[in-house]
């Protein structure tokens, strides 16, 4: 029995020190992350007060400055510059000197200390059960996020007051006691941001009848208090402007993200237009408000909160982007039974809510409706359609684990014992995937463009000076034929536009539509070729640093004529519609043969039929004969492409194991074929 106890102690002190360890662990990444917010909300108000007097804190200024609207004896809204309520206005005019005196420092600090009271009782307000790991992370990784949305980040410069709407309902809905107080605190809110009179229906469907019935009087109270001190001033924003339309700037402004600004880009006004806001208004405001209701009664208050602002958002006259936190608060909702798909969600509106739209989405028109409109878009997604999990849903807790391919036993086939380096084998949520080949090829072009120098003298010498040394390099090999293709190209009408329009047309087309199929159709397939282009695209970018390269269209004297883009002139070469936004001198590793050749092997790999195999392998080749018969790459060019695709393979096997076979990938899942799984839908 003794020796029983004695052998126990070993595990119970190993079992102590490794519950130890993790805490310690637990801290220091709490540590860490509150270092981060620390220096995000220095960056910012260093950025404030370092800049010019004119174009810092504006609406502030607009509002408490020496001649803002609030000293002027006439009406608030002479001009568009004041865009509060009549309320709001009046509860900033006996503070007008206080704020004139501390525009500056003391503003941008007091905006701060609200974004952090924010974070804190948005981390308290976590729908419950919440693990340890969440419960001490939460609130630095919510003031962190905070800082880096474009909404705190834009009231911040502005001077803008929208953070202290939010904060209100928050308060009222999680942190005073008793519903009467709560009721004050929305009921200002709403005072100072009609929209979010939303509130009151959810706070009366949730049994909270006295909260909302307050909040709904303390709203109309200070409306009246502001219509019997400023008649002309509360009429001309309630009646004129109807709620603060057209105040700020047009209602079609990119920065309205509410259904009547969508509408008047979309080209629709008059009273189409109101008679469509109006009932988009009604179906996005009642569904929101019963999704919120539902998600109250499941115990995910704070949730229904954000579905509930985001509803405010989209039906609101005008709601400009330092108002839009609604939708970061989102972030709290689960989605996806599977454990690969519950990030997608939150992914999704953290990027939404901290980048520009126009890294989200490219600048072609066929997404413009979208990029102008995304932060709506997801709003309305939040309040309408996103299918957040309930508590009682088995997978809300436990979702169901990734599956992930087993690690050989022994041999040079060893798959990584590395759990985020193995490869899963089940299909990535197609969202996450989107972004992330968006945002690699945002990267992608911006370390490119990055990698050009001056392209008007040191650059475009130094890429020049490269160029004949692998013009020298290729006439030792005896493979310098650059000259003799285009030539031979430019005598043939038919044959320089095709070759040209195959440049042109196929470098990302033929890619994206092999990893859509591989998507579908075989979804381990997908994740190995996708990796391998992946760390290809990589090892190219150093090769545009280490090694900037002048194509032979860009040779001066060498004789290359520009069939895609036209002759030239070297001291401003054109590159079409891109000159500004590419680097000319990116040449070396030719892309535009690496990523036909990954196309032409995981399609000689992947397809099932000859054919296919054969029209796959036939894509680089006709790249290469495209690359230099237009006389945008060297033949060398080709080789560098073909060296990092070879590289981008190899990095795939040594850090994911070799691919999986279908055979092999459907005796691990112990299923039919990956292509053949139908219930496996997109993430």
């Known amino acids: 029995m003794a020796d029983a106890e004695h052998g ?36 910012e108000v260093a950025v404030v007060v370092t800049s010019p007097r004119g174009e810092r804190l ?11 609207v609030l000293h002027v004896n006439g009406s608030l809204y002479a001009s568009s510059s004041f865009t509060g309520t009549p309320f709001g206005g009046l509860v900033l005019k006996p503070l007008t000197r206080a704020a004139e005196q501390a525009l500056g420092w003391g503003w941008t600090f007091g905006t701060l200390l609200l974004v952090v009271a924010l974070g804190l009782v948005a981390a308290r307000a976590l729908p419950q059960p919440v693990n340890r790991r969440a419960s001490v992370l939460a609130a630095p990784v919510a ?7 474009l909404p705190v980040r834009n009231a911040l410069w502005l001077g803008q007051t929208s953070i202290i709407p939010v904060l209100l309902v928050l308060l009222g809905c999680f942190v005073v006691r008793g519903q ?48 019997a001190a400023m008649p002309e001033d509360s009429a001309t924003y309630w009646v004129h402007h109807m709620a603060g339309t057209g105040l700020g700037g047009p209602a079609d402004a990119l920065a309205n993200q509410s259904l009547h600004g969508a509408l008047l880009r979309l080209g629709v006004e008059g009273l189409p237009e109101v008679a469509l806001f109006l009932s988009l208004g009604t179906a996005v405001a009642v569904l929101g408000l019963r999704r919120a ?8 208050l704070l949730l229904a909160v954000a579905v509930t602002g985001c509803a405010a958002i989209a039906v609101s ?40 739209p126009a890294v989200l989405l490219p600048g072609k028109a066929l997404f413009q409706p979208v990029r102008d409109d995304l932060v709506l878009l997801a709003a309305v997604a939040a309040a309408t359609v996103v299918p957040f999990l309930l508590r009682g849903s088995p997978y809300f807790r436990t979702p169901v684990p990734t599956r992930y391919a087993e690690t050989a036993p022994a041999g040079r086939r060893r798959l990584s014992p590395v759990p985020a380096l193995r490869r899963a084998l089940s299909r990535p949520g197609l969202l996450f995937e989107l972004l992330l080949i968006r945002l690699t090829y945002y990267a992608y072009s911006q370390i490119r463009l990055a990698a050009a120098g001056d392209s008007n003298s040191s650059g475009r010498a130094l ?17 310098d034929i650059e000259h003799r293709a285009n030539h031979a190209v430019v005598q043939h009408g038919w044959l320089d536009g095709f070759l040209s329009f195959y440049y042109e047309s196929f470098h990302f087309a033929v890619p994206l539509t092999v990893l859509a199929v591989l998507y579908w159709r075989r979804p381990v397939d997908y994740r190995w070729a996708r990796s391998a282009l992946g760390f290809a695209t990589v090892l190219a970018l150093v090769g545009f640093w280490l090694y900037p390269l002048a194509p032979p269209r860009l040779m001066p004297g060498l004789g290359i004529v520009d069939t895609v883009h036209g002759p030239q002139d070297f001291s401003r070469p054109d590159y079409g519609t891109l000159t500004e936004l590419t680097n000319q001198y990116a040449a070396m590793p030719s892309l535009h043969f690496g990523w036909s050749l990954w196309c032409g092997l995981v399609i000689a790999v992947c397809a099932p039929k000859r054919w296919m195999k054969a029209l796959g392998l036939l894509h680089p080749l006709l790249t290469v004969a495209a690359i230099i018969g237009t006389g945008n790459h060297w033949v060398l060019d080709a080789f560098g492409g073909a060296a990092v695709v070879g590289a981008g393979f190899g990095l795939t096997y040594v850090l994911q194991g070799p691919r999986l076979g279908p055979a092999r990938a459907a005796a691990a899942v112990g299923r039919v074929p990956a292509e053949r799984e139908k219930d496996r839908t997109p993430g």
């Open 8 to 43: 126990g102690r070993p595990a119970e002190a190993l079992q102590a020190t490794a519950s130890g360890t993790a805490t310690t662990r637990l801290h220091a990444t709490r540590l860490l992350l509150w270092l981060l917010a620390a220096v995000l909300a220095a960056r």
């Open 463 to 479: 890429a020049e000076d490269h160029g004949h040394q692998l013009l020298r390099l290729e006439d030792l090999l005896g493979i």
């Open 317 to 356: 006259p005008t709601a400009w982007q330092h108002q839009l936190l609604w939708v970061l608060l989102a972030v709290v909702g689960r989605v996806g039974r599977r454990a690969s798909d519950r990030y997608v969600w939150p992914v999704a509106v953290v990027l939404v809510m901290t980048l520009p």
């Open 58 to 68: 504006t609406d502030l200024e607009t509002w408490v400055g020496p001649h803002g």
């Open 180 to 227: 009467r107080a709560s009721g004050l605190l929305v009921g200002l809110a709403v005072a100072l941001q009609p929209p979010l009179l939303l509130f009151a229906p959810l706070l009366w469907r949730t049994g909270r009848r006295r909260a909302a019935l307050t909040a709904a009087a303390v709203f109309a109270a200070c409306t009246g208090l502001a219509w």
């Open 143 to 149: 003031v962190t996020l905070l800082m880096l949305s």
């Open 293 to 300: 209701v539902r998600y109250a009664r499941d115990g995910q």
